[in-house]
């Protein structure tokens, strides 16, 4: 092999040792560069017409997180909030291309409630517990690990970490003093039938319940043995640089005792109050982590196996994974084709979503929630 030919095999081994995640901008802590739409190959003008489009369909709710949630939910019995929150901004958010700021509306360092994308943040903390080994796999039975009266009885006992994670446990109990039962109950019936409702088999029905997501927080929360919001900060939310204006709240009551220490066991959502709280541009270094599958500037923050696994469609429903929604089975976007773009979802009109073929990121905030799909279907108009 002559010189100029050895040269080459070594740079072609030195390209293909790159991680992928080298491609894009990684923001350091306080900064983040912008560029032009048209300077990474978007179109501009289809970019600002989507960002009308947010700006023309705000979440028609109440700015009062109170009244919006007693409205959201009032057809469930016992409602109420125990947990903090906080009157909205207005619309907000941020289009992320290669990692850049392509364009940004609203005030996107505003901490608001982000209601059920804290399940995203969640799912991420239940992979960071299987990467750290303190989970040996999601098929292994909770009450292995969690050995309290959280799952006692023939059914609860089988209920895996899998199907905690993609909402299919039907878990059945109190949690905080809140039933399983009166968390978006049926439509039809009274109390007493769903009360006295046997649960169906765990793992074939996705019913979304933040009580039972409530106990996978707990769960995990014994696991890691101290609290959620601490094992978020120090491997994810420092490291990509994330400001320090983010909170992770419970309820008034849901303190509990792990190794003669009073935690709060924090919730999956603001259901009934609590929850992430927190600015659009740190959502966007949170999706900026899983755009790059799990690695932030060469260090792999998070397994690109458990980045993976968020993405596929969970047994019960096509359209959810672990945590995070997908843009596929019913509950896919009807103007938006691509199957492999996956987001997260809560509340209001919350949405970080991901898509992977285009390098985008896009955070959008009290955005009306049915607009979402036209929303990100004039976003990829841009990208044409």
Known sequence: MNRFALALSIIIVLLDSIPISAQNYFPPRGKWETRTPQSLGLNAAKIDIAVKFALDNEYSGSKDSRIASYEGFSSEPYHELVGPTRERGGPAGVILKNGYIVAQWGDVKRVDMTHSVTKSYLSTVAGLALDEGLIGSVHDKVSDYVWDNTFDGAHNQKIEWHTLLNQSSAWSGTLFGMQDWADRPPRRGGIDDWRFEKPVPSGTVMEYNDVRVNVLAYSLLQVWRKPLPQVLKEYIMDPIGASTTWRWFGYENSWVNVDGINMQ?????????????????????????????????????????????????????????????????????????????????????????????????????????????PMMSLVLEATK
């Open 265 to 373: 066991s924090v919730t999956g959502g603001g259901h009934s109050g609590g929850g992430v709280f927190i600015s659009a541009l740190d959502h966007a270094r949170f999706g900026l982590l899983f755009l790059n599958e799990g690695n932030w500037n060469g260090n792999q923050l998070i397994s690109k196996k458990w980045v993976g696994e968020v993405q596929k469609s969970s047994e019960a429903n096509a359209s959810y994974g672990y945590l995070w929604w997908l843009n596929r089975g019913p509950r896919k976007w009807k103007e938006v084709d691509d199957e492999s773009i996956y987001f997260a979802a809560g509340f209001g009109g919350n949405f970080i979503v991901i898509d992977k073929k285009n390098d985008l990121v896009v955070v959008t905030r009290w955005l009306e929630p049915n607009k979402i799909g």
